[in-house]
């Protein structure tokens, strides 16, 4: 009986193997990969990019960038792109300017329209009106104008060769702190290397060396076009910041720089563009001209000029927006517009007592839109 209760019971059938005890699988880090969606295609924006180049990885293919698609990377690569979705850094300008906007930008966002498809900027200087819209407007195009030669080279190289020109930064940087003031006056005295256009990055290291080492940043030229401003009091300036260099130059991916006079930047806009312009000022006295930051001046002749081009601008349906000194001229000069005031920061003076508050006008011909 005992032997009868030991019958052999029929055999079961194998179990199919699961999916995922097959021999042929890949490594089972793959299938968590798959899991993971990718943060920069469900997160990242129009400008949504990593705040350095050289760590930024690839988008994925169906986003129409090279690269692998991100169900190849590691997953120690995973978690670094889940770091780079943090909202993307704000351009800042990277010169001091005279004049510069960054302080008003706040007081400006009212007179801004609430769309603007193509951008057009007549002097440029440090650019801190078009950084601000840029990214407001990320697909808004841009046409950035100035008649220094010097200064438009400066934002190309920012535009194309940002890790050439830190470099060349890193050298003027060293140099200085080891030979100080001599360094300073070496480096003003090459003037050769004004608009060669072989030497982009050495023309804008330049420049932006000059720009921080110099007293109050100022950028002045002579009749023969030199730079002649001398040392600044500061021995160990910062002259760039990298996350910065690297969030301008993605900013003006795709903008049109040149060389122009604003005759000819404000002649090529048409209706429904947007045109800021922020001329030299005109003096609010005979001690406070300076207009020289090119070698060809900007006295009341060219104001006049300006004003007929805006003028006649306006009449085209451009929508316009202008800064200048809160004079009876300007004033007067402008009165078939609307005339606004901001208060800015007066920092450029030779007496420290002197610096403070100062009223500007904005020049606008939009509505509230």
Request: aromatic share 10%; hydrophobic share 35%; net charge positive.
């Given at each position: 009986?005992?032997?009868?209760?030991?019958?052999?019971?029929?055999?079961?059938?194998?179990?199919?193997?699961?999916?995922?005890?097959?021999?042929?699988?890949?490594?089972?880090?793959?299938?968590?990969?798959?899991?993971?969606?990718?943060?920069?295609?469900?997160?990242?924006?129009?400008?949504?990019?990593?705040?350095?180049?050289?760590?930024?990885?690839?988008?994925?293919?169906?986003?129409?960038?090279?690269?692998?698609?991100?169900?190849?990377?590691?997953?120690?690569?995973?978690?670094?792109?889940?770091?780079?979705?943090?909202?993307?850094?704000?351009?800042?300008?990277?010169?001091?300017?005279?004049?510069?906007?960054?302080q008003l930008l706040?007081?400006?966002?009212?007179?801004?329209?609430?769309?603007?498809?193509?951008?057009?900027?007549?002097?440029?200087?440090?650019?801190?009106?078009?950084?601000?819209?840029?990214?407001?407007?990320?697909?808004?195009?841009?046409?950035?104008?100035?008649?220094?030669?010097?200064?438009?080279?400066?934002?190309?190289?920012?535009?194309?060769?940002?890790?050439?020109?830190?470099?060349?930064?890193?050298?003027?940087?060293?140099?200085?702190?080891?030979?100080?003031?001599?360094?300073?006056?070496?480096?003003?005295?090459?003037?050769?290397?004004?608009?060669?256009?072989?030497?982009?990055?050495?023309?804008?290291?330049?420049?932006?060396?000059?720009?921080?080492?110099?007293?109050?940043?100022?950028?002045?030229?002579?009749?023969?076009?030199?730079?002649?401003?001398?040392?600044?009091?500061?021995?160990?300036?910062?002259?760039?910041?990298?996350?910065?260099?690297?969030?301008?130059?993605?900013?003006?991916?795709?903008?049109?720089?040149?060389v122009q006079d604003?005759?000819?930047?404000?002649?090529?806009?048409?209706?429904?563009?947007?045109?800021?312009?922020?001329?030299?000022?005109?003096?609010?006295?005979?001690?406070?001209?300076?207009?020289?930051?090119?070698?060809?001046?900007?006295?009341?002749?060219?104001q006049r000029e300006?004003?007929?081009?805006?003028?006649?601008?306006?009449?085209?349906?451009?929508?316009?927006?202008?800064?200048?000194?809160?004079?009876?001229?300007?004033?007067?000069?402008?009165?078939?517009?609307?005339?606004?005031?901001?208060?800015?920061?007066?920092?450029?003076?030779?007496?420290?007592?002197?610096?403070?508050?100062?009223?500007?006008?904005?020049?606008?011909?939009?509505?509230?839109?």
């Open positions: 009986m005992a032997d009868k209760s030991r019958r052999k019971r029929p055999a079961r059938a194998a179990k199919p193997a699961r999916s995922d005890q097959r021999s042929d699988l890949k490594p089972t880090q793959y299938r968590i990969r798959r899991k993971i969606s990718d943060p920069l295609s469900e997160q990242a924006g129009p400008v949504g990019r990593a705040s350095s180049r050289a760590a930024a990885t690839p988008k994925p293919a169906h986003d129409g960038s090279r690269g692998r698609s991100p169900h190849q990377l590691h997953d120690a690569q995973l978690a670094l792109r889940t770091v780079a979705t943090a909202a993307p850094v704000k351009p800042q300008p990277f010169l001091k300017w005279v004049g510069g906007k960054a706040a007081q400006f966002d009212e007179f801004f329209p609430t769309e603007i498809t193509r951008y057009f900027e007549p002097f440029i200087g440090g650019g801190a009106v078009f950084f601000h819209l840029k990214h407001r407007f990320p697909k808004m195009k841009a046409l950035l104008r100035d008649i220094n030669p010097e200064l438009i080279n400066t934002y190309r190289a920012v535009r194309d060769l940002p890790r050439e020109l830190m470099s060349q930064l890193d050298a003027h940087a060293a140099e200085f702190r080891a030979k100080g003031d001599d360094y300073f006056y070496f480096v003003r005295a090459q003037h050769h290397l004004t608009g060669d256009d072989k030497k982009i990055v050495e023309r804008a290291a330049r420049m932006i060396f000059l720009n921080k080492t110099c007293f109050n940043g100022l950028w002045r030229v002579n009749a023969r076009g030199e730079f002649n401003v001398p040392v600044g009091s500061n021995k160990n300036p910062g002259l760039y910041d990298e996350e910065n260099i690297l969030a301008t130059s993605r900013a003006l991916e795709g903008v049109h720089l040149a604003f005759r000819e930047t404000l002649n090529q806009t048409r209706l429904g563009d947007f045109a800021y312009i922020d001329p030299p000022y005109y003096p609010v006295s005979t001690t406070a001209s300076f207009t020289s930051y090119a070698k060809e001046d900007f006295g009341e002749g060219e300006l004003h007929a081009v805006f003028a006649e601008a306006a009449r085209r349906g451009v929508r316009l927006m202008l800064s200048n000194s809160d004079t009876p001229f300007i004033r007067k000069l402008y009165r078939d517009f609307q005339i606004r005031t901001v208060q800015a920061r007066r920092a450029i003076n030779c007496d420290g007592s002197k610096r403070g508050h100062v009223s500007e006008v904005v020049v606008t011909n939009l509505t509230n839109e």
